[in-house]
């Protein structure tokens, strides 16, 4: 993505968009005729599908400590569920976005910083394109039958939830509730892949999720809250405006609340030990230092909060992980 408002309002270089960086791996590597593609499934663009992961390997790593009497179990995450939520991330969010370009090529036609995406400057045709995305959702196929048979319907339902996301802008201010709705179905399906069921805890940790996906895609909406106005496109950057950071700290410390009360409420034997609630309260930390620092006039600045909640995500998972080794190196004290 760009690093000044300047370079949005400029033309890109040829073959590129205005809002991504022009030296990234895709120009580097991929031929040309290739681009289009790899704009459409935001390939240029990593931070949407690492935003997208990590609801899947939170719960991915908080199943394992649900240390249900009887049940055998390690404590840390199944390695291959996690690459298996990290091909199918990559290859969902790929989908989404070129679903959602189709949907929207005329809106981003009339926005500065999207203008210049494959299909509304004429680079991709809508075939070409809705070709591209059902290869996409087969690989997201794949990876999905892999889990157990729980699991396959349960990824299968939250296709409604993306069907219907792009169209929320036209008809409500919380178009970002329904992203949260989609971007976090992750956090049941790691606890689903791991006990083909589902119990409070990921159903709490899908809360926390969707609420600081509406907190970090609300600074990012605030890029294009002018040009949304102009086009009639609705958001939480819009509804909120002046109040976003009173906004903020409710949608982030809701979040933290669930979070807490997941790893609380797994209804165990023993659950997520300290280095878990270590990890939360850092992020915690990191959560606030976004809502002191934001400047909503600021739209480099507003990109680059939102880029920085991978960091929150690691920060989360990292504090699972050593919980559960806390686990295997202290079986008594578990």
């Not at 203008?115 to 959702?137: E, M, N, T």
């Not at 600074?219 to 002018?226: S, V």
């Amino acid at each position: 993505m760009s690093n000044s408002r300047d370079s949005l309002a400029g033309a890109p270089p040829e073959g590129r968009v205005s809002d991504a960086p022009s030296d990234n791996w895709v120009y580097r590597i991929l031929p040309a005729r290739l681009w289009p593609h790899a704009q459409l499934a935001r390939w240029d663009r990593p931070i949407g599908w690492q935003l997208l992961l990590w609801p899947c390997w939170w719960s991915a790593a908080l199943a394992p400590q649900a240390m249900f009497p009887g049940a055998a179990t390690t404590s840390l995450p199944n390695l291959w569920h996690l690459v298996l939520f990290l091909v199918g991330a990559v290859a969902m969010r790929g989908a989404g976005c070129t679903y959602n370009d189709l949907v929207d090529e005329r809106i981003d036609a009339k926005v500065t910083r999207t203008r210049s995406r494959p299909l509304p400057s004429g680079r991709i045709g809508r075939k070409s394109a809705w070709l591209f995305l059902v290869v996409q959702a087969l690989v997201g196929l794949l990876v999905l039958v892999q889990f157990n048979v729980f699991a396959i319907v349960l990824g299968m339902a939250s296709l409604g939830v993306v069907v219907v996301y792009p169209f929320l802008k036209r008809v409500t201010d919380w178009p970002q509730l329904g992203l949260g709705f989609a971007f976090s179905w992750g956090a049941l399906m790691g606890w689903a892949a791991h006990w083909g069921s589902l119990a409070l805890a990921p159903v709490l940790l899908y809360a926390g999720s969707v609420l600081w996906t509406i907190g970090y895609d609300t600074i990012y909406a605030h890029q294009d809250k002018d040009d949304d106005a102009l086009v009639g496109v609705r958001s939480t950057a819009r509804l909120f405006g002046r109040r976003t950071k009173p906004a903020l700290v409710v949608l982030y410390g809701a979040a933290l609340v669930c979070f807490a009360l997941a790893y609380h409420s797994t209804g165990t034997v023993t659950g997520p030990h300290w280095p878990a609630y270590l990890g939360l309260a850092i992020g915690a930390a990191h959560m606030l230092w976004q809502i002191v620092v934001l400047d909503i006039d600021d739209p480099d600045q507003c990109l680059s909060l939102f880029k920085s909640n991978n960091l929150f995500g690691w920060i989360l998972f990292f504090g699972l992980v050593f919980s559960g080794l806390w686990s295997l190196m202290f079986p008594i004290a578990a």
